[in-house]
């Protein structure tokens, strides 16, 4: 014989349905028999509630969702591991999407929230948008904007401090001598991209002025396209003799692309890496990265969806920023020409 529901407790007890439902979420006072008789309906027939039903009827199901692009990088496994911990320390469970950083599954996702799949949504995404996915993201209820932005969202959004973090990079290199230098990383169209170049050229022209030179390459943060910018690289001349690579990724697609040419790092030109979430101090040398507190961001994120209220009305999205930092290795030395 199957586990008991609640329709044969109604049934034993003599009661509705709903009734029996109201009873036992706390949102029904009854009369001291007819609590009796369901009492000992649930005892006689050992009936055990199903937490997950209930929390539905209550119009909540103690799950949030998180959407990255990808889960294979180090730095969005960090990601969801910290994110995991937060909501198991919470009481909360966890459901992972990975878009593959496309569009189509972005937008199926954010559909889980009207269909009451999750309570929320941590919401990541890492490429430029043409509008479909803000007005998908505004109309969804609870979501929080993660890493990246998605211009004209009114959600809470939680990034690093970018802009300082390409500061730190530019203001370390100009330090050591360097004043032609390339930045390798994102597009204006992506926040991040354009906050890291941003801080950097100050940097820059802070230390040099106009005989500042900095040369940029944009393009996606993945390993394929480091190796294309320090082909490029190679294949003008190699006039930078120092290199900003504003993620873990361009930062190793560039040292296979000198490694292979027999450039040395920094014998022959110095490497500043982003996000200091992969092996980077096992490199010979060790490499200098600005680190993102990529734990905190995904347990801060959780927080936030927590204290959104989806029925409020749309405010002004409150952006908020965590401090990065430089770790120092050993992969800067003066310029040597």
Known sequence: MGAASLKDVARVAGVSVTTVSRFLNGSLDLPDRTRDLIETAIRDLNYAPNPHARRLSLGRSDTVGLVVPDIATPFFATLVAAVEAEA???????????????????????NALHRNHVDGLIFV?????????????????????????????????????????????GRHLARAGHRDVLFVGGVDAMISGARRFAGFRRAMVEAWGGTARVRRLAGEYSVA???AAGARYLAEARSATAIFATSDELTIGLLEALRD???GV??????????DVGPLHLFAPGITAIRQPVRELGARALSLLLDTDP????????EELLPVTLIERDSVAPPVR
């Not at 198991?88 to 954010?110: F, V």
Request: some cysteine; glycine content about 12%; hydrophobic content about 40%.
């Open 225 to 227: 396209f480091g190796r």
């Open 266 to 275: 920094p014998a022959d030109v110095s490497l500043v890496g982003f996000d």
């Open 125 to 169: 995404t890492n490429h430029p948008d043409d509008g479909t996915l803000a007005e998908a993201i505004n109309g969804s209820g609870r979501v929080v904007l993660l890493d990246e932005d998605v211009p004209g969202t009114a959600v809470p959004k939680l990034f690093c401090d970018n802009e300082m973090g390409g500061y730190l990079a």
């Open 88 to 110: 198991d320390r919470r009481g909360l469970a966890l459901t992972l999407y990975a878009t593959l950083n496309r569009s189509g599954r972005e937008l199926s996702y954010l």
């Open 261 to 263: 040419a027999g450039v």
């Open 311 to 318: 029925s409020a009305p749309a405010t002004a999205p409150r």
